[in-house]
């Protein structure tokens, strides 16, 4: 007529229908559990085992997060120094379309100087000598080329200022042979005074000087070295001897 106990000898638990299907959960759990020297032999081993193996996990992790970090700042400076790259060839190209112009625009400048007192001088049959001579298609060859280096420079200039300073020494060039040549002809031809010819020629030609030195002086802050390249250059030798000690 005693209560019903399981195998243990704890209180069965009762399954009655309804609100009253509640197990003695409390007394249970104190009959069930078992006190064994194995568990806590098990129990102290793990964790001497954890206490060891920890620096190893810490030193892994370490090492990893150091590997990854490595990786993003080689991933950093490779793709800056593709963008300084890609500037800097924009750069070179720049440079060299406008060494061309101002090569060829001053020496235009400078041959113009002697040129328009001797065009001054000269008679109509000496200047239909005159265009078969080496100077006469030196200076057709040089304006051809002016020309060229100023078309390519309008889309390479990529700068407001330049582009427009470009564009009055193109001006410049186009009227050259009229405003800096043309007076000195009609001179030679006697339709004209020769010293006003000439000045009027010179008067030109100092515009077209003036307008090539305010191409050169808006270029130059478009070219100056950029001072984030040289840092660059300093990580490709330390990334190159890197590769060098682990070959």
């Given at each position: 007529?005693?209560?019903?106990?399981?195998?243990?000898?704890?209180?069965?638990?009762?399954?009655?229908?309804?609100?009253?299907?509640?197990?003695?959960?409390?007394?249970?759990?104190?009959?069930?559990?078992?006190?064994?020297?194995?568990?806590?032999a098990c129990g102290g081993l793990g964790s001497r085992i954890m206490t060891d193996l920890a620096p190893l996990f810490l030193t892994g992790g370490f090492a990893l997060v150091g590997t990854l970090g490595g990786v993003a700042i080689?991933?950093?400076?490779?793709?800056?120094?593709?963008?300084?790259?890609?500037?800097?060839?924009?750069?070179?190209?720049?440079?060299?379309?406008?060494?061309?112009?101002?090569?060829?625009?001053?020496?235009?400048?400078?041959?113009?100087?002697?040129?328009?007192?001797?065009?001054?001088?000269?008679?109509?049959?000496?200047?239909?000598?005159?265009?078969?001579?080496?100077?006469?298609?030196?200076?057709?060859?040089?304006?051809?080329?002016?020309?060229?280096?100023?078309?390519?420079?309008?889309?390479?200039?990529?700068?407001?200022?330049?582009?427009?300073?470009?564009?009055?020494?193109?001006?410049?060039?186009?009227?050259?042979?009229?405003?800096?040549?043309?007076?000195?002809?009609?001179?030679?031809?006697?339709?004209?005074?020769?010293?006003?010819?000439?000045?009027?020629?010179?008067?030109?030609?100092?515009?077209?000087?003036?307008?090539?030195?305010?191409?050169?002086?808006?270029?130059?802050?478009?070219?100056?070295?950029?001072?984030?390249?040289?840092e660059m250059s300093s990580y490709r030798m330390w990334a190159r001897a890197r590769s060098n000690r682990k070959s």
């Amino acid at each position: 007529g005693g209560e019903p106990v399981n195998d243990l000898g704890a209180p069965a638990v009762r399954l009655l229908p309804g609100p009253d299907r509640v197990p003695d959960l409390p007394v249970q759990r104190q009959h069930l559990r078992v006190d064994h020297p194995v568990r806590e032999a098990c129990g102290g081993l793990g964790s001497r085992i954890m206490t060891d193996l920890a620096p190893l996990f810490l030193t892994g992790g370490f090492a990893l997060v150091g590997t990854l970090g490595g990786v993003a700042i080689t991933q950093h400076f490779s793709l800056r120094e593709a963008r300084l790259d890609r500037a800097e060839q924009h750069k070179a190209a720049l440079r060299e379309e406008l060494s061309k112009l101002t090569y060829e625009c001053q020496a235009l400048i400078d041959a113009s100087w002697l040129m328009i007192p001797i065009l001054a001088k000269m008679t109509s049959t000496d200047l239909r000598e005159w265009v078969d001579t080496d100077s006469a298609k030196e200076s057709g060859r040089r304006r051809v080329q002016i020309l060229t280096s100023l078309a390519r420079l309008c889309y390479l200039a990529g700068d407001l200022d330049l582009v427009v300073a470009l564009a009055q020494l193109e001006r410049c060039i186009n009227d050259f042979a009229e405003k800096a040549h043309g007076p000195a002809l009609e001179a030679g031809s006697g339709r004209r005074d020769l010293m006003d010819a000439i000045a009027e020629g010179f008067k030109h030609v100092k515009e077209t000087r003036q307008a090539l030195q305010q191409v050169v002086t808006t270029a130059a802050p478009l070219l100056a070295l950029d001072i984030r390249k040289a840092e660059m250059s300093s990580y490709r030798m330390w990334a190159r001897a890197r590769s060098n000690r682990k070959s």
